[in-house]
């Protein structure tokens, strides 16, 4: 599915399978060699304990969550993120916690992992083009950092920047896109036990082209709300501005739950393609809030999700 209208190809109006099939042989038959050091003996170990939060669900293999991305970042093709992530340098890394909080300052990862207590969460992953994962994600509750930084009462919003580096990004030249990505949560969105901060996954280092070193992950809404590369996390009294929400506010709206009773206005949303699934996988009927919603539904009681899409 492609995101701007421009880009639209006969394929986003019938079923991707042939195509996806088609990368998976090109990816098998030539040995594709996924950039950086996944797969080496680089990749540091990474472990979390395990959650009552993980799905048992049948996860995606390591190849396709690592070779089939969005990272608009590192171009708008999927494989692009995989051929040309490992130009960033995430080491290091360090990330700004302000706004709206009694004890803003400057942590380095290092700094921020010596303080949190790191889990595997296995989680459906579903991104707003139809398509899904299973993915086991080690991190840690964003609420845990939100808490430490201390906000004040009057934050009712976290946003959050992804590193700006055109040098390194080469995407980042695109100019039909307002870069740095950004996105937003409502505070309590941000609180709830589910939202995470991955730095790994698959018992690993998180990988570059799945937002190294640290990404948000929120479970229970479209795949574009879990940015990448973090550098920023600020607490505002106001709606903050979200990248595909500027890029296209008909489309994508700041709540972006995964809502399989509204459609995106160029495509169904009421079912999904599984990642991985083969050739002749039969589609997955999508289930409101991503089927967390005993955790979320309550977030957004009273509330027309038809019109806060
Ligand atoms: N900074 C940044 N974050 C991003 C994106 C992006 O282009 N840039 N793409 C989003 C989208 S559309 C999806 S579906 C997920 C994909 O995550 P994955 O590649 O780890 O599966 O990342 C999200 N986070
Ligand atoms: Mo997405």
Request: include cysteine; charged fraction near 20%; aromatic fraction near 12%.
């Amino acid at each position: 599915m492609y995101r701007f209208k421009t880009d639209l190809k006969y394929s986003d109006i019938t079923p991707r399978t042939d195509f996806m099939n088609r990368r998976q042989v090109i990816a098998g038959a030539g040995g594709l060699m996924v950039a950086g050091s996944i797969g080496g003996t680089a990749q540091a170990k990474m472990t979390g304990v395990k959650s009552a939060y993980s799905t048992d669900e049948k996860v995606t293999k390591f190849k396709d969550v690592t070779t089939y991305n969005n990272f608009y970042e590192f171009g708008t093709s999927k494989g692009d993120a995989s051929r040309y992530a490992h130009k960033l340098t995430t080491d290091p890394w360090s990330i700004e916690i302000g706004g709206l909080v009694n004890k803003p300052g400057s942590y380095s990862i290092e700094d921020i992992l010596k303080t949190v207590t790191l889990e595997e969460r296995i989680y459906r992953f579903r991104c707003v083009e139809a398509w899904a994962m299973v993915v086991p994600w080690i991190g840690f509750q964003l609420s845990d950092l939100i808490a430490a930084a201390d906000p004040t009462g009057s934050a009712k919003y976290v946003a959050f920047e992804t590193v700006h580096r055109p040098d390194e990004m080469r995407g980042q030249n695109n100019p039909s896109i307002p870069w740095p990505y950004v996105e937003g949560l409502r505070m309590d969105e941000a609180m709830n036990p589910l939202t995470i901060l991955a730095t790994g996954m698959y018992d690993e280092e998180l990988p570059n082209q799945n937002g190294a070193p640290l990404r948000l992950v929120v479970p229970w809404k479209y795949g574009f709300k879990s940015i990448k590369s973090i550098v920023k996390i600020t607490l505002t009294a106001q709606e903050p501005p979200t990248t595909w929400n500027q890029i296209s506010s008909r489309e994508y709206g700041f709540y972006s739950n995964v809502n399989p009773d509204v459609d995106h206005p160029r495509w169904s949303q009421g079912s999904h393609r599984v990642i991985g699934g083969g050739l002749f996988a039969s589609r997955q009927t999508t289930q409101k809030f991503n089927g967390y919603g005993e955790e979320v539904a309550g977030l957004y009681a009273g509330m027309d999700l038809q019109k806060y899409f």
